[in-house]
């Protein structure tokens, strides 16, 4: 049996912080696809329609295609709930947001840049935590499902250590209780509950899992095979960064110690599309684009190993 291609794409800010660094290292290395989140040090969130329209047009010019809009969406504090203790790496406050319909605004942007991904989060951790908060506080990730079904485009709910699904078991937990609401919406057909639960089984499902491996294991976690199972048939994106486990920080992909071709072997193994979008996330930001064009090249070289085409 054959494995997913995977599809290529790099984080455009893990190369450089401008918009001209991050074409041209695509154009060094013959990329096709990047993925967006800030531009200069700001988040795209934060930009009104015009300025996205401009970054836009700008990789369509230089013939980049962007597969994700990488957004900060419910990377922040629930309301009610206590902020976090400590920094929290590209957390957001909505209230940047130019217009004060942040979930409308968020899929504007992403239909601007024509992704047809768009990341999102789960709160940052707070006690008590319950699968169906995400839908229950403020009723945003079911207005946002609405667009994202309306102009089809998949929201990817990432594993983030800060926040209430920070591990592949709590991810995992989160899509096996979802999918049995979606299951029991269907059955009783209230087509809202089913909306809100992701899809039912004659409907395209627009909340997937965005699988990070080194998060998990950054955490302490070794993802088992029961939970990886359970992710895969939902999975169509991951993203990719390596680490050094004894120092505790990210090196380049491929050069640390996540056995990444067991890992990717064995997710790929399961997953039901035949690409996978595979966003390299260098996170090494004082050596940027050395270190994604190694990336690159541990990604192509593990591929190989594995037997994984990328395109």
Same mark, same amino acid.
């Given at each position: 049996?054959?494995?997913?291609?995977?599809? $290529?794409?790099? !984080? =455009?800010?893990?190369? @450089?912080?401008? *918009?001209?660094?991050?074409?041209?290292?695509?154009?060094?290395?013959? /990329?096709?696809?990047?993925?967006?989140?800030?531009?200069?040090?700001?988040?795209?969130?934060?930009?009104?329609?015009?300025?996205?329209?401009?970054?836009?047009?700008?990789?369509?010019?230089?013939?980049?295609?962007?597969?994700?809009?990488?957004?900060?969406?419910?990377?922040?504090?629930?309301?009610?709930?206590?902020?976090?203790?400590?920094?929290?790496?590209?957390?957001?406050?909505?209230?940047?947001?130019?217009?004060?319909?942040?979930?409308?605004?968020?899929?504007?942007?992403?239909?601007?840049?024509?992704?047809?991904?768009?990341?999102?989060?789960?709160?940052?951790?707070?006690?008590?935590?319950?699968?169906?908060? $995400?839908?229950? !506080? =403020?009723?945003?990730? @079911?207005?946002? *499902?609405?667009?994202?079904?309306?102009?089809?485009?998949?929201?990817? /709910?990432?594993?983030?250590?800060?926040?209430?699904?920070?591990?592949?078991?709590?991810?995992?937990?989160?899509?096996?209780?979802?999918?049995?609401?979606?299951?029991?919406?269907?059955?009783?057909?209230?087509?809202?509950?089913?909306?809100?639960?992701?899809?039912?089984?004659?409907?395209?499902?627009?909340?997937?899992?965005?699988?990070?491996?080194?998060?998990?294991?950054?955490?302490?976690?070794?993802?088992?095979?029961?939970?990886?199972?359970?992710?895969?048939?939902?999975?169509?994106?991951?993203?990719?960064?390596?680490?050094?486990?004894?120092?505790?920080?990210?090196?380049?992909?491929?050069?640390?110690?996540?056995?990444?071709?067991?890992?990717?072997?064995?997710?790929?193994?399961?997953?039901?599309?035949?690409?996978?979008?595979?966003?390299?996330?260098?996170?090494?930001?004082?050596?940027?684009?050395?270190?994604?064009?190694?990336?690159?090249?541990?990604?192509?070289?593990?591929?190989?190993?594995?037997?994984?085409?990328?395109?």
């Amino acid at each position: 049996m054959s494995l997913p291609r995977l599809q $290529l794409s790099v !984080i =455009g800010d893990e190369i @450089g912080p401008t *918009l001209d660094e991050m074409i041209a290292f695509a154009h060094e290395h013959d /990329l096709k696809r990047l993925d967006m989140r800030t531009v200069a040090g700001r988040n795209l969130l934060a930009m009104t329609t015009e300025e996205v329209i401009h970054i836009s047009r700008t990789l369509e010019k230089a013939g980049i295609t962007v597969t994700a809009f990488v957004s900060p969406l419910f990377k922040w504090r629930a309301p009610g709930k206590a902020p976090p203790s400590g920094p929290v790496d590209f957390a957001f406050d909505p209230s940047q947001c130019p217009v004060e319909d942040w979930v409308a605004h968020a899929i504007q942007i992403a239909v601007i840049l024509g992704a047809p991904h768009m990341r999102i989060f789960s709160y940052l951790r707070y006690p008590g935590f319950r699968h169906t908060d $995400l839908y229950k !506080i =403020g009723g945003h990730l @079911g207005k946002l *499902l609405g667009l994202a079904s309306h102009y089809d485009i998949s929201l990817q /709910l990432e594993n983030e250590p800060v926040c209430n699904l920070g591990t592949i078991a709590e991810l995992a937990a989160f899509f096996e209780a979802d999918e049995k609401l979606a299951q029991e919406a269907a059955e009783t057909q209230d087509e809202l509950a089913a909306l809100e639960n992701a899809g039912t089984p004659d409907q395209p499902r627009y909340l997937r899992p965005l699988v990070d491996i080194a998060n998990a294991w950054a955490a302490g976690e070794r993802p088992s095979d029961a939970d990886i199972a359970t992710l895969a048939p939902f999975t169509t994106a991951i993203h990719l960064k390596d680490r050094d486990l004894a120092a505790g920080r990210v090196v380049p992909f491929g050069e640390g110690n996540v056995p990444w071709a067991d890992e990717l072997r064995r997710l790929l193994a399961g997953v039901e599309t035949k690409e996978v979008l595979a966003s390299i996330e260098t996170h090494v930001p004082d050596d940027r684009r050395n270190a994604t064009a190694r990336s690159l090249a541990g990604l192509r070289r593990i591929a190989g190993e594995i037997g994984v085409e990328i395109t």
